[in-house]
């Protein structure tokens, strides 16, 4: 693709995954690379173009470090950052939608595994990356043997964090970063099965909608009167997304 200025373009070696290796930036005015820049892990590249971030694990003989590279695909070299309370990792990240912050939950467990139910992880809650200063902040508490959830409105200007087995939620205004809190009613609390539910938010940032194919139902969750309603709904029925708010 290109760069936000149009001044060049990136290219990746053929065969080559995009999430980990080479990315070659070429002058438009010239032809010649005038970057190569290296890639380990999981690549997000934010909205206007002119910032990525990778997302990667480094062995130690102690422990596996998480790490954040950030790179500014204009000029600067890329700079790497070593995630908190290692080991630990990212789930959900999320782009500000003006592209200076990049959202995520940080999460560990004592070794990888796909039974949460037997070896659970840990919320470190929800953390804010600022790509031009490339410095961390803790936006939200997290929640020790509890998995965490992340929904974002579809014009990206809201999050909601919720945690398995905690009545909390949060919702994050992805603009200004500022957060509040809500209790959410009993019916509306999620199980382990909710971390294979298909959610959305709406753009006003009111309401939610918590999918449960397990159960064929979905919970709508009206945010400022922290209210909640189940509705049946078929696993083979598709959610397009919200007619208005």
Avoid: C
Avoid at 113 to 123: A, F, K, M, V, W
């Amino acid at each position: 693709g290109l760069s936000a200025g149009h001044e060049h373009l990136y290219l990746l070696p053929q065969g080559q995954d995009p999430s980990l290796g080479e990315v070659f930036a070429i002058s438009i005015e010239t032809g010649e690379e005038v970057q190569n820049i290296l890639t380990e892990g999981i690549g997000l590249v934010s909205p206007k173009g002119d910032f990525s971030v990778a997302i990667g694990q480094h062995d130690t003989r102690e422990v596996i470090e998480g790490t954040l590279v950030v790179t500014n695909l204009q000029a600067a070299q890329p700079q790497e950052i070593k995630l908190p309370n290692p080991p630990s990792h990212v789930e959900n990240p999320t782009w500000s939608p003006d592209g200076r912050f990049l959202y995520f939950a940080l999460v560990s467990e004592d070794f990888p595994s796909d039974d949460l139910e037997t070896h659970p992880q840990t919320s470190h809650g929800l953390w804010q990356l600022d790509v031009i200063s490339a410095e961390l902040m803790q936006l939200t508490e997290g929640i020790v043997n509890s998995v965490p959830f992340v929904i974002v409105s579809s014009n990206g200007n809201w999050l909601l964090l919720r945690h398995q087995n905690s009545d909390l939620a949060i919702r994050v205004d992805l603009n200004t970063g500022e957060s509040q809190e809500y209790t959410l009613p009993a019916e509306a609390v999620p199980d382990f099965s909710a971390s294979w539910a298909q959610s959305l938010f709406s753009d006003d940032g009111g309401w939610a909608l918590i999918r449960s194919y397990w159960n064929e139902e979905a919970i709508l969750i009206h945010l400022p009167t922290q209210t909640a309603m189940t509705l049946a709904l078929p696993s083979s029925a598709v959610v397009v997304g919200w007619n208005g708010p």
